[in-house]
C-alpha cells in the first residue's frame, strides 16, 4: 500500500477569486478547513495509513512540485477546499477528477459516498469533470503525477454547510478516511503513474499501452500512451497542429522511450475537442470547427448558439431559471446583433456574474441588472449596483456596456448603460482585456472563456 498526499486550503478553490469588499471571512474559513484536515490525518494514521502532508506555506505550485518529488507509483493525493458562490442556498460536497477519465471519476465518487454516507445531511454533488470548473481546468488535477483528486467540502457562503463542518468535524474526518482508505487499497492493481518530464529516475523502465488516435476524422499515424487512466499524445502533434506546446506545464509532459508526450486534455484549452473511446482505445481529436475558434474571445461580432441551445445551457446549469427566464437567450441574441456584439460572450459572462441567475452577493433579481453594472455616479443605488424595469432593458444596458469597451461605433439605440459615457471606447475590444476593467479578478477573462467552451460542446459546436 501506498501513501496519501493530503493537501488543505491552497488559494481557497483552484480558479475562484473573493472580493475583499465582500467582507467574508476567508482566513477563518481556512483554519476551519485545516482543522478538519488535521483530524483527518489523525485517524488515516490511526489506521496505519502512511501519510505526507506539503506545508500550508506552500502555493499551489510549489505544493503540486512538492507531491510530484516525492510520489510512488501507488500513492495518491487529495485536495480538499472550499468554494464561494454569490448564491447562498448552494450547499454540498464536489469532487473534481480530470475529464475524460472514467477511472478516476469512479474513484471520486468513492470519496463523496463514504464522506456523505458518514454524514448525511451533506449534500452529495457527485463527481465533476474539472472541465466544469471555473477556469475549465484544475491543475491539482492535471499536473500531479500521481491518481489525483480535488474535494470540494464547502461552500464558504452558506452558513448551513460552515455550521456543520464545524459540529460533526470527527464525522467528516472518519467519512472521508473511509474513501481513502477503499481508494488507495485498489491503487495497486492500476497502471503505474507516469513521472513528469523533468524528473529523473533510475527505476526500471515502465511499458505504457498505445492508444489509437483519429485526429479531424482521419487516423493518426503515432500512438498516444495510456498512463494510469490518462491518455498522452506525441508532442510532435501539438506542434503540427500549429498550438504554442510552452503553454502545455511541463508537469503535463512525460519523455518515454525517447519521445515526450503531453496530456491530451490539455489540449483542450487550446480549442480542441477531445473524445474517448475506451472500447477501441482511441483519443478523437477534432480541430476543425464550424466556427472559427481564433475569435471566440472576441466581444464585437457574431455569436454561433442558437436561442434554443443558449436555453438548454442555461437549464443544465440551473434549471429553476426557466421559471422567470425563459426568454431571456432570445433577448440577448436580439439585443447583441442590433449593436453587433457577440451574443456568445455576453451571455457567458451573464452567467457568469449572476451564477446562472441565481444572483446574490448586492445584485438582486428585481433589478435586472445581469451583468453587475453599477449605478451612474448620482444614483441613489450605487451601493447595489444599477436598476432597470425589466429584462430587455437590463440586457440592453449590459450589452451597450460591452460595445462601449469594445468599440468605437456609435450605439443604434437609446443609451441605457448608466456608465456608458464614462467608458473610454474602445479599449477592451478583446475579453482578456475587461480582466481588470470589468471585474478584479486575475481570472475573470478565462473564466468567461471556459464556459464559452462548455456552452460550444454542450451545443455541438465544438
Not at 251 to 269: G, K
Not at 281 to 291: A, D, E, G, N, S
Not at 387 to 406: C, E, N
Amino acid at each position: 500500500m501506498g501513501k496519501i498526499f493530503i493537501s488543505a486550503g491552497h488559494s481557497v478553490f483552484e480558479g475562484s477569486f473573493r472580493d475583499l469588499s465582500e467582507g467574508v471571512g476567508g482566513t477563518s474559513e481556512i483554519a476551519e478547513l485545516v482543522a478538519t484536515r488535521d483530524l483527518l490525518i489523525a485517524e488515516l494514521r490511526s489506521r496505519g495509513i502512511a501519510i505526507a502532508v506539503p506545508s500550508d506555506d506552500l502555493n499551489l505550485d510549489e505544493t503540486i512540485a512538492w507531491i510530484n518529488s516525492r510520489a510512488t507509483s501507488q500513492d495518491i493525493a487529495l485536495s480538499l477546499n472550499l468554494d464561494t458562490v454569490t448564491s447562498p442556498e448552494l450547499r454540498g460536497a464536489t469532487s473534481y477528477y480530470i475529464a475524460n477519465n472514467a477511472i478516476r471519476k469512479r474513484q471520486a465518487e468513492i470519496i463523496t459516498n463514504a464522506l456523505t454516507k458518514r454524514v448525511p445531511e451533506i449534500t452529495n454533488r457527485g463527481a465533476k469533470a474539472d472541465t466544469v470548473a471555473s477556469i475549465g481546468s484544475l491543475s491539482f488535477c492535471r499536473q500531479i503525477a500521481i491518481p489525483s483528486i480535488l474535494l470540494e467540502l464547502v461552500f464558504a457562503n452558506s452558513s448551513q454547510d460552515r455550521l456543520l463542518m464545524q459540529t460533526r468535524r470527527r464525522d467528516y474526518a472518519i467519512g472521508l478516511a473511509d474513501g481513502l482508505q477503499a481508494w488507495i487499497n485498489e491503487t495497486a492493481t492500476t497502471i503505474p503513474v507516469y513521472k513528469p518530464a523533468n524528473r529523473v529516475t533510475t527505476a526500471k523502465p515502465i511499458t505504457y499501452p498505445e492508444i489509437n488516435i483519429n485526429l479531424n476524422g482521419q487516423s493518426y499515424e503515432e500512438k498516444g500512451i495510456l498512463v494510469s487512466g490518462n491518455v498522452l499524445v506525441p508532442a510532435d502533434l501539438v506542434d503540427r497542429l500549429g498550438f504554442a506546446l510552452h503553454q502545455i506545464p511541463l508537469n503535463c509532459r512525460l519523455r518515454y522511450q525517447s519521445i515526450v508526450y503531453v496530456q491530451a486534455i490539455a489540449l483542450r484549452d487550446l480549442n480542441t475537442s477531445i473524445s474517448w473511446d475506451s472500447t477501441t482505445r482511441t483519443l478523437y481529436l477534432k480541430t476543425i470547427f464550424k466556427v472559427f475558434t481564433g475569435q471566440i474571445d472576441q466581444i464585437m461580432g457574431v455569436g454561433n448558439a442558437s436561442a434554443v441551445q443558449l436555453l438548454m445551457f442555461l437549464k443544465n446549469n440551473n434549471e429553476n431559471a426557466l421559471t422567470n427566464y425563459g426568454d431571456l437567450p432570445h433577448i440577448y441574441r436580439e439585443e447583441a446583433e442590433i449593436e453587433g456584439v457577440n451574443h456568445d460572450v455576453a451571455f457567458c459572462q451573464m452567467c457568469i456574474e449572476t451564477g446562472f441567475l441565481r444572483f446574490g452577493k448586492d445584485i438582486e433579481a428585481e433589478q435586472n441588472n445581469f451583468a453587475s453594472l453599477g449605478a451612474a455616479a448620482s444614483s441613489p443605488t450605487k451601493s447595489s449596483g444599477a436598476s432597470f424595469s425589466d429584462q430587455r432593458t437590463g440586457v440592453r444596458a449590459h450589452i451597450q456596456h460591452l460595445k462601449a469597451y469594445a468599440s468605437n461605433a456609435p450605439l443604434f439605440q437609446p443609451v441605457a448603460a448608466p456608465r456608458f459615457h464614462l467608458v473610454a471606447r474602445g479599449v477592451a475590444p478583446v475579453l482578456s482585456q475587461l480582466t481588470g476593467r470589468w471585474a478584479i479578478d486575475p481570472l475573470y477573462d478565462h473564466k468567461i472563456l471556459a464556459l464559452i467552451r462548455r456552452l460550444y460542446e454542450s451545443a455541438g459546436i465544438f
